[in-house]
């Protein structure tokens, strides 16, 4: 079934930041300057944790204690962190490191701390007088294929305790030469049997195994690091990694800029049984409609076979990275903001030679279970200068996102490793 798209990618004017560092509720001081973020009228940063090296994802418990992932590719390492705030004030006192696998996806869930490594799925019962897990955890999904790029799990859950596992593709576009100039699509492409898909799998037990325990719930999804359950309409969504180097390996068909700006990156409405059509096809915001990938034929104007696959609810511009993808269901945000997604993109780093862009946090509103398209840049900043050509130059790269007890929202930087903690205060009446 087919989902009607809403407009391409809107970046609205912010509305203006609140720079003061007036005690929000609760008496937290927020930092003078939000510590370097620029956010919506009325809301205010404080930097919770600093240089926690390899960041990545973020959770937090009903008690306010933190829980991150950390994980270097390119090194191989990585583990776990986690932080207290003991006395009240904000800020972490007590951060500490365990574990000591590469780690990705991370989630609070029933009294356990899941979290994924590139091939298995594990848990740690939690204890709220200690901050670091005493007992060895359990496996909930082990043996997932090894490979060389996308190897991160991240995950979600329902309201039943159900599971939903991104297991990432292996490749950039499932060539018969890979990443090779020219080099044509595997038809099928066999990579789409057990991965660029997402899996459902009991969340409540242990000791499964790929992929004999689990059922493939949706595919043709590339890599989907940003992964959420919409518990107002019980329907899963994700936000996927597009595909890269179109001007590169396809010269002839594509120009510098088209390398830049196309294809998007897709928000999904996830529903059992949907096809994405990754590697076959792309999505062109332009266009408004995926187009025939160029390994199977297409030229950047012919659908083909891609009009038989489910397309985005939403379109964001290319190579922007979206890595976390969170409901808000607070209520310490002003009512436009509840029941919306926030999202975290960690900026990119294949546009040269132009600039890279989007090291940003946007907001998306929701209507019954769709972005109303009235997209707005919540949290910006992270980049430090006006001006990136490369990765290594951005300050912060926005990475991790998550909602406090109180209804805050947490953002974690993979650069420093810094959190921020970020709050609405209620502006003076004028």
Known sequence: MKKRILPFFLFLLLFGCDKSSKPVPGGIQCDPDNGGLTLPYGFCALIVADHISFLRHITVTRNGDIYGSRRSRRLGIGGLVGIRDQDQDGRADVIQEFWDNPVLGIKIHEGFLYFGENRRILRYALNTDELIPTEEPEIVVDRFP??????????????????????????????????????????????????????????????????????????????????????????????????????????????????????????????????????YCYYDPYKKLKVLAPEYGGDGEKVGRCKEYNDPVMAFPAHFSPNDLLFYTGDQFPEQYRNGAFIAFHGSYNRGPFEQVGYQVIYVPFHEGLPTGKTQIFADGFSGTDKITAPEDAEFRPVGLAQGPDGSLYIADSVQGRIWRVMYQQPPEE
């Open 146 to 279: 090894e490979q060389e790029i996308h190897t991160g799990k991240t995950f979600t859950f329902d309201e039943l305790g159900q599971m939903y596992i991104n297991v990432g593709a292996p490749s950039n576009a499932c060539q018969e030469k890979e990443l090779v100039a020219g080099s044509k699509g595997i038809d099928p492409c066999p990579q789409r049997e057990l991965q660029a898909a997402i899996w459902r799998f009991n969340g409540k037990l242990i000791h499964q195994s790929f992929p004999a325990n689990g059922f493939k719930y949706a595919s043709g999804i590339r890599n989907a690091y940003a992964i959420d359950w919409n518990p107002i309409n019980k329907t899963l969504y994700a936000v996927q990694h597009g595909r890269d180097g179109l001007s590169d390996l396809w010269p002839d068909i594509y120009k510098p800029e088209q390398g830049a700006e196309l294809p998007a990156e897709e928000f999904f409405m996830i529903n059992e049984g949907d096809d994405f059509g990754w590697p």
